[in-house]
Structure formats: structure tokens, C-alpha cells
């Protein structure tokens, strides 16, 4: 499950329902993205699927975030070819510009910040940027491509504005969650619901909540047991939108399903055992979080 950038506050505002019918609601609707630049958009798409921005041609950022599915990975811990083992679960990239820091540190501040610091990073792209900038413009195509969307030729600011253009374009909008806060009670089922007043009653809320069901606060894991293998880090308090969808679970991938999740997050945040029945409500609102891209629904990856 990962992803990623501090968006100013009139962003994230942005990305919620203006008028939710059930606008008490801790959680918020999420809405399409408006406001952005086609070609830079378009541009950015080309550039996140674009081998030559890593150091060796090897990698891309689709790599690790699968755009024909949920924007993460399916390994718990993704191996790149050529580079040592990544130290973080990958997180998904979709709705990453709802959240109000990037990474599982949650120590980079703006898109822009973190896809330099990954381009540059050893252990990801192993690039130098101004080398990347330089192979780009000697691409006739993606040359007219930047002085399509920016008046001028690949640079290094028009590089990253590009890329996070793309990547605030990523937003999972028309969840049934969604519908049911706009008014469409026939959106969920009892069960859903039961599920979620539970997630609500027991404090799961107490972290996952706004727009993005989470990524807004930082927590501490492992308040009254471990939740994972590595340590009792504080982190970035992951998104829960489309997290049906982006097992494995927690900063080092150990929890391989939901209800695994969901069982240890009870114990080690909450200090609850939870009962079959209510970890499987509590999964059946979870899956009602899964929005759609591009007009089809948010999809785990193939096996």
C-alpha cells in the first residue's frame, strides 16, 4: 500500500464535495481534479512511464506504480533491478495530492519535492537530473512535447512541474462511500454500514478521516503492540481510499490481507481484539472506499 507531497490546503479543499449531504460525516467525498493543464498532464503521464529518467534506463516510475491498476505493487517490497531492497512498502500514487506530506516518513513537503528526491535517490532512479534534462532534449518529440506545455525546452522545473501535473490528475473519485455521503443511501449495504459506524465507534477514525481517509497526521505504530516486523516507527498515516485494492498492508508489506490488517491494526493501535464478525464488517466498508479511474474501478494488481 504507498504514494507520496505536501499539497497546499486550497488543493485538498479542492478535492472534496462542496455540498455532501452527509456533510457531518468525519470523512469527506473526494471529486474529480479540476484546474490542471492538459498538456502538462499528458506530458507528465508520457514522463512517469519514461525509462530514460532513471541513471541506467532500467527503471521508470511505473516501476513501481502500476497505473493499469491500483498505483502501487503487489510485492510487499519492491526489487528494482540493479538497486538494493527498498526500505518502505510501496504506497499507491492515486489521490497522493490529498495528502499533506509524502512518503511513509512523511518528510517531503510537494510533488515536485519528492519526484527529485526519488530521481536522485540510489536506491530508486539513480539519476542526476540535469543528465536526464539533457537526454530529454535531444528527444526531438519530447522536446516539442515540454515546448508544447511550457514555451521552452526540458528543464528541470518544467521536469518536475510535469511529473507532479500528472500525479494530481491521479484522484479515484465515484466510490460507492462517496455516493452514499452525496445522498445515495442505496449506495452501501447494511453490513457496510454496520461496518463503518463500528470503524467509527472502536477509533479507527481517529486517524483515517478527511478527505482521503488519512494521510493527515502522522501516528506512532505499534502504541500497544508491535504492527509490523521493523520497529515502532512514526509515520505518515496512510490513505485508506482503494486500500481493498493495494495489499500487502503497513510500511513493511507483513500483513498480506485485510483482514490481517485490519485484526492487527485493532490490537497494536486500539488495544481491541475484534471479533470475526466485526473485522468482517469493518472490511466490508473498507472495500466501499474503492474509487474509479478513468472511468473503470481501482483494481488490485495481477498476481
Not at 539513480?126 to 514555451?151: K, M, S
Not at 466485526?278 to 472495500?287: E, K, M, S
Request: glycine fraction near 8%; include cysteine.
Amino acid at each position: 500500500m504507498v504514494v507520496l507531497l505536501a499539497t497546499p490546503f486550497s488543493c485538498i479543499s479542492s478535492l472534496s464535495a462542496p455540498l455532501a449531504v452527509h456533510g457531518s460525516e468525519p470523512i469527506s467525498a473526494i471529486q474529480p481534479p479540476s484546474g490542471l493543464d492538459a498538456s502538462r498532464v499528458a506530458l507528465g503521464a508520457r514522463l512517469f512511464d519514461d525509462r530514460r529518467l532513471s541513471g541506467d534506463n532500467r527503471v521508470a516510475c511505473t516501476s513501481c506504480h502500476g497505473m493499469a491498476s491500483n498505483g502501487a505493487a503487489a510485492d510487499a517490497m519492491t526489487w528494482l533491478p540493479g538497486r538494493a531492497p527498498a526500505a518502505f512498502n510501496t504506497p499507491t500514487v492515486f489521490n497522493a495530492a490529498a495528502n499533506f506530506r509524502l512518503g511513509w516518513r512523511g518528510n517531503i513537503r510537494s510533488l515536485e519535492a519528492q519526484t527529485a528526491s526519488l530521481l536522485e535517490s540510489q536506491s530508486v532512479m539513480q539519476a542526476d537530473i540535469a543528465t536526464v534534462v539533457e537526454r530529454l532534449r535531444q528527444d526531438p518529440v519530447t522536446n516539442q512535447g515540454f515546448r508544447e506545455a511550457y514555451g521552452r525546452p526540458p528543464d528541470r522545473a518544467a521536469l518536475l512541474d510535469a511529473i507532479a501535473s500528472f500525479e494530481r490528475s491521479l484522484v479515484t473519485p465515484g466510490s460507492r462511500f462517496d455516493l452514499w455521503l452525496q445522498g445515495k443511501g442505496s449506495a452501501l449495504t447494511a453490513q457496510e454500514l454496520r461496518g463503518y459506524r463500528t470503524f467509527k465507534a472502536i477509533g479507527c477514525i481517529s486517524c483515517h478521516q478527511g478527505v482521503n481517509v488519512g494521510g493527515n497526521l502522522f501516528q506512532r505504530s505499534g502504541i500497544f503492540s508491535p504492527a509490523a516486523r521493523h520497529g515502532t516507527p512514526t509515520l505518515r498515516v496512510p490513505s485508506l481510499r482503494n486500500v481493498a485494492t493495494t495489499a500487502p498492508y503497513f510500511h513493511d508489506g507483513s500483513a498480506a490481507t485485510l483482514p490481517q490488517a485490519i485484526k492487527a491494526m485493532g490490537r497494536a493501535q486500539l488495544g481491541v481484539t475484534l471479533s470475526p464478525a466485526d473485522t468482517q464488517d469493518i472490511g466490508a466498508f473498507l472495500h466501499t472506499l474503492t474509487g474509479r479511474y478513468q472511468g473503470r474501478p481501482v483494481k488490485a494488481p495481477a498476481p
